[in-house]
């Protein structure tokens, strides 16, 4: 089970007392304050990050500003970033295994699962490093022969990144690795449930060789930091993961400065499962889609859509994996499903759960809290039955809960598949090639996977769509997404202009 994250931790703050990482150096916050870090699998405090408050933010955007208008960083050429970010992946992957543990220790997320993850997140900055150089713009042909206009793709300036607890290392790689390939920097607000690995994150960049100021985090809560510094009038585009309520309050606030926001928000993503499939695959894409990382996944599919003919069978191969996945600490090998990450989110949970069994769901399996454990466990639960309007048909739970229906046809399929107000993701389980194109076409998500579920690229995008979010992180659309078009237009006669009066 190793030492649960504790070497690293020791080495980024041997007191636990953990403080933002500015302008290249660690920095105390301005005006003292400290939160609790509480670990998952025990209930029990384990470390403390810097409260920031405006002070904070103003130091981290002022050092960001700078270090894109002056010194190493604005002077570099896009190959000369890729390199940067290659040095980057590299300390990265050597890092891996040790930052997955610090992650686990932070959110309670399995260490399997923060192992395999954190493993593949340095191809990112590999990724984004190798097309950091062959981004550009466009010459284009116009009906104007004396005139030459093309388009050029420039960075932002500062760029806010705002991220979630479930899964932080992943969700930061995702906006630093292509804001950087572009040559922005940026300002990074990690949850205050689970900002350990970005600091880490930070610290390593730097040793990395990336200069100071390039990559600032300052810790807190999102009504302080988060709001001062989404509406920091030096800030020039937003990248968010979180939620529905908090994106809102994000909206809001960048009416003062009109940065640019992507929104990555929740979801209630539909499985599909078709008689035609193999039930195997289909019940196993099930159990991992929704239970994994205790369903605290923005996509978790955690609306069974299956086909009546063979919903009883799917559903009994279902409940009987859920009974027997292991639910316990999540250093230990053996487990397939830690603790939520928070003692508020595993009460939430379990009120859902239980005034859906009131309205007259019925439960399959799960719905109670374990007896006798410190952390925040809840089991892998499975309601059938419910009212399609009911909060837990219908709202993102945010936990291991499946909720069961069926539908008679494609077309009932495609309608209650795409009756909610998300458009995060979808999976669809069928042996038949042609309904696969069919359905995928039809289905209104931004993600959508065919036989498989939760499979993740650098290259390829992560978008949302409806109440999910907008913009796309991943790929070479995540890249582009942090640079703003310029049009230059230059005058290659000699002629006189014949009226400078009339637009030409
Ligand atoms: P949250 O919205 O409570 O917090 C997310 C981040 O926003 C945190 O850093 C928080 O401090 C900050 N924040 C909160 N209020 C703010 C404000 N007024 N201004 C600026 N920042 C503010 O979300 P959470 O509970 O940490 O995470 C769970 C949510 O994230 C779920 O809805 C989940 O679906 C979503 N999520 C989405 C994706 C995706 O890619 N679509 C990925 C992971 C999680």
Request: one cysteine or more; proline letters at 6%.
């Amino acid at each position: 089970m190793g030492d649960r994250g504790g070497r690293a931790a020791e080495r980024l703050a041997a007191d636990g007392r953990f403080q933002h990482f500015i302008d290249g150096r660690w920095a105390e916050p301005a005006e003292g304050g400290r939160l609790e870090s509480l670990d998952p699998g025990t209930g029990g405090p384990w470390c403390t990050i810097a409260r920031g408050t405006a002070a904070d933010v103003d130091r981290a955007v002022a050092a960001a500003a700078r270090a894109f208008r002056e010194g190493p960083w604005a002077a570099a050429n896009a190959t000369e970033r890729g390199r940067v970010l290659r040095r980057v992946a590299e300390l990265f992957r050597s890092r891996a295994d040790e930052l997955a543990a610090l992650e686990s220790r932070d959110n309670g997320k399995l260490l399997r699962e923060t192992t395999a993850l954190i493993r593949y997140l340095p191809d990112y900055f590999d990724y984004y490093a190798g097309l950091a150089d062959k981004v550009g713009g466009e010459l284009l042909q116009t009906d104007k022969d004396d005139l030459l206009a093309f388009t050029r793709r420039e960075p932002f300036g500062v760029v806010a990144a705002i991220t979630p607890w479930n899964s932080p290392l992943f969700l930061a790689t995702t906006k630093l690795a292509p804001a950087l390939a572009a040559g922005n920097t940026l300002v990074v607000k990690p949850s205050e449930h689970a900002s350990v690995t970005t600091l880490a994150l930070a610290s390593l960049m730097a040793e990395a060789g990336l200069p100071p100021g390039v990559v600032n985090v300052v810790t807190g809560l999102g009504g302080e930091v988060g709001d001062a510094l989404v509406g920091h009038r030096d800030v020039a585009r937003v990248a968010f993961t979180g939620g529905l309520g908090s994106a809102r309050a994000v909206i809001a606030r960048t009416s003062d400065n009109l940065a640019p926001l992507s929104l990555e928000l929740g979801g209630k993503s539909p499985q599909l499962v078709f008689p035609d499939a193999d039930l195997d695959s289909a019940a196993m894409g099930v159990v991992a889609g929704v239970f994994a990382a205790s369903g605290q996944s923005c996509v978790a599919g955690s609306r069974l859509l299956v086909h009546e003919d063979v919903r009883d069978e799917l559903l009994a191969r279902i409940v009987e994996r859920a009974r027997t996945v292991r639910v316990g600490d999540p250093f230990d090998a053996e487990t397939d499903v830690g603790p939520l990450a928070l003692a508020a989110q595993r009460d939430q949970v379990e009120a859902i759960v239980a005034r859906a069994v009131e309205q007259g769901a019925t439960l399959l399996c799960g719905g109670e809290r374990p007896a006798g454990r410190d952390g925040w466990f809840f089991p892998p639960t499975v309601l059938a039955d419910l009212a399609p309007d009911s909060p837990a048909a219908r709202e993102e739970i945010f936990g291991p809960v499946l909720t069961a229906f069926s539908f008679r046809d494609e077309d009932e399929a495609i309608a209650l598949a795409n009756d909610t107000p998300f458009g995060l993701a979808a999976g669809i389980w069928t042996r038949d090639t042609a309904r696969a194109h069919r359905l995928l076409r039809a289905l209104d998500a931004s993600t959508v996977w065919v036989n498989t579920y939760r499979v993740i690229s650098p290259a390829v995008p992560f978008g949302a769509r409806g109440q999910s979010g907008y913009g796309a992180e991943g790929g070479l659309e995540g890249l582009l997404s942090f640079t703003q078009l310029k049009s230059a237009w230059i005058n290659t006669s000699s002629e006189p202009i014949s009226d400078p009066f009339v637009m030409r």
